[in-house]
C-alpha cells in the first residue's frame, strides 16, 4: 500500500505537492466518506430503526413518526455541534504542545474509526443516536487538529491552493467507498424488495465497513508524514490554568485583533447555511416527500460539481486574493437558499444540489485557508477550536431551526432552508469589514 500511495504522488495530478502536503490532502480523502455516508444513507438507517406508522401521525410503542424522527435527528446534529464547540478550543490548545497534535489526531481518528463499525449493529434507534454522536463529537474533533495542521504542512503562499486540493480530492474519492455502500444499500431492499439480495442488516455493515475502512487507510500516511513544526514550549498547565489561556485569547481578539473577530463573526453567519445544508440535505428531501435513491444520486452528482468547482477556485487562488472569492461563495449561497424557497420536485433538488456543489468546498477550503494566514501559527490549536465554536455554533442554530420548524404545526422545509439566506447578506459585509482591518498576526497581504 506504501507504494501505491507513493506512485500517486507522484503523478501528473499530485506531483506539485510535497510528501506532507499530499499526505494532508489524502486525510480529507479519508474523512470526506465518513461526511457523505453522514449525508445520505445514515439519517435513512436511523429512520429505518426509528419509524413505524400506524397512522398518519401515529407512531407504534417504541418507534416515531416520520415528522418527529426528521427533528430528532435534525436535533442529534446540533448536540454533537455543541459538544465539539466547547471541547475544541480546548483539545486544540492541548494539542498546540510539542508533539502532541499528532497523538491527539490518531486518537480521535480511532475513536472515529470504531465508532462507525459499531453503529452498523445497533439494534435499536437510541443507541443507534448514542454511537452516532460519539463517532460525529472524534470525527469533527479530526478535523479540528488536521485543519489546524496546514500551517505546518505548507507554505502561507501555497496555503489557498493546498487547502483547496483537500476538499477538492476529498469529494471525488469519498465516491469510491460511498458507491460500494450504495450498491450495499440497494441490494439489501434499500430501493426495492424485489432487488433485495441479502438482509439489509448485511447492507449496512458493508455501508458502514468499507466507510471505515478507507477512512482509516488513506489516514496513515498523514500520521506517519505528518511533523508538528508550529507549537509552544511544553508547560505542564492544568485545565483551569488552560481554560484562562483560551479566555485571554478571547479577549485578545475582541481587544487587539479586529481582523480575526470580524473574520469569525462573518465566518460564523455564512457557515450556518453550508453546514445547515450539508448535514440536513436528505432530511430536507425527505421531509418535501422526495424519491430517497434520486436524492441519493443527485447528491453524488453533487461531489462531482464540488470536486471540479474546487479545482477552479484552487487555480483562481493562484491569480487572486482570498477575500474575493470567499465572496463570490457567498453570493453563490445567498441565490442557492433564495432558489430553496421554490424548491417542490426532484428536479428542483437536483438544481439545488448543483448549485450547492460549485461551492461548496470552495467556501469551506478557503476559509480556512484564510484563518490559517491571519492566525499565529505557534497557537493554531487553540485557534482552530475557536473557529469550530463559530463553525459548529452556526451550524447549531440552523440545524435547531429546521427542527424547529418541522415541529411546528404546518412547518415548511423552504421556509427554514430559505430564510438562511439573510445570514449570507451579513456574513458577506462582516468580511469586507475583516479584510479592511490590519493584521497584527502576520505580514502577508490576504
Known amino acids: 500500500m506504501k507504494g501505491l500511495f507513493n506512485w500517486l504522488n507522484k503523478t501528473k495530478v499530485f506531483r506539485d505537492l510535497s510528501p506532507q502536503e499530499f499526505a494532508w490532502v489524502l486525510y480529507d480523502v479519508g474523512n470526506s466518506a465518513y461526511t457523505m455516508l453522514a449525508c445520505s444513507l445514515i ?23 416520520q415528522k418527529a424522527a426528521t427533528g430528532t435527528y435534525s436535533l442529534t446534529i446540533a448536540i454533537v455541534t455543541v459538544i465539539i464547540a466547547l471541547l475544541g478550543p480546548v483539545l486544540g490548545a492541548f494539542a498546540d504542545r510539542k508533539d502532541m497534535k499528532k497523538i491527539f489526531f490518531t486518537t480521535t481518528v480511532a475513536i472515529g474509526v470504531i465508532g462507525c ?54 469529494y471525488i474519492g469519498s465516491c469510491i467507498p460511498f458507491l460500494v455502500a450504495l450498491v ?10 424485489n432487488l433485495m439480495l441479502f438482509p439489509p442488516l448485511v447492507g449496512k455493515i458493508i455501508g ?43 479577549k485578545r481578539i475582541a481587544i487587539h485583533d479586529k481582523k480575526v473577530l470580524f473574520f469569525l463573526i462573518a465566518f460564523f453567519l455564512y457557515i450556518d447555511g453550508v453546514g445547515t445544508i450539508i448535514d440536513n440535505c436528505i432530511n430536507i428531501g425527505t421531509a418535501l416527500g422526495l424519491n430517497t435513491v434520486g436524492q441519493v444520486v443527485f447528491l453524488l452528482a453533487t461531489q462531482v460539481v464540488a470536486w471540479v468547482g474546487s479545482l477552479v477556485f484552487a487555480s483562481l487562488s493562484k491569480k487572486f486574493k482570498t477575500v474575493p472569492l470567499i465572496l463570490i461563495c457567498i453570493a453563490g449561497y445567498f441565490c442557492v437558499c433564495l432558489y430553496a424557497l421554490t424548491l417542490k420536485t426532484l428536479l428542483d433538488f437536483g438544481i439545488l444540489a448543483f448549485g450547492v456543489g460549485c461551492f461548496q ?12 494566514k491571519i492566525i499565529p501559527p505557534e497557537n493554531s490549536g487553540e485557534y482552530f477550536g475557536i473557529y469550530d465554536i463559530f463553525s459548529k455554533g452556526a451550524s447549531f442554530l440552523g440545524s435547531a431551526l429546521i427542527s424547529v420548524v418541522m415541529f411546528i404545526p404546518g412547518g415548511n ?31 502577508a497581504a490576504v
Open 413 to 443: 422545509i423552504n421556509i427554514a432552508v430559505g430564510s438562511l439566506a439573510i445570514f449570507f447578506a451579513l456574513g458577506f459585509v462582516f468580511l469586507i469589514i475583516s479584510s479592511k482591518q490590519k493584521s497584527i498576526n502576520r505580514d
Open 43 to 65: 439519517p435513512i438507517w436511523f429512520k429505518a430503526l426509528a419509524v413505524k406508522e400506524i397512522a398518519e401521525d401515529v407512531a407504534a410503542e417504541g418507534f416515531l413518526t
Open 361 to 372: 468546498g470552495s467556501i469551506q477550503s478557503l476559509s480556512r485557508s484564510y484563518y490559517s
Open 117 to 170: 463499525l459499531l453503529n452498523s449493529v445497533a439494534w435499536s434507534w437510541i443507541l443507534f443516536l448514542v454511537i452516532y454522536v460519539i463517532t460525529k463529537v472524534s470525527y469533527q474533533a479530526s478535523l479540528t487538529f488536521y485543519d489546524s495542521m496546514l500551517n505546518d504542512v505548507t507554505t502561507e503562499e501555497r496555503m489557498d491552493q493546498v487547502s483547496s486540493y483537500g476538499y477538492a480530492w476529498g
Open 184 to 193: 450495499a444499500y440497494i441490494l439489501s431492499g434499500g430501493l426495492s424488495e
Open 208 to 250: 458502514f465497513g468499507i466507510t471505515a475502512a478507507w477512512w482509516m487507510l488513506v489516514t496513515i500516511p498523514l500520521i506517519k508524514n505528518y511533523k508538528q513544526s508550529n507549537y509552544v514550549e511544553a508547560e505542564h498547565h492544568s485545565v483551569g490554568e488552560t481554560f484562562k489561556g483560551i479566555l485571554n485569547t478571547f
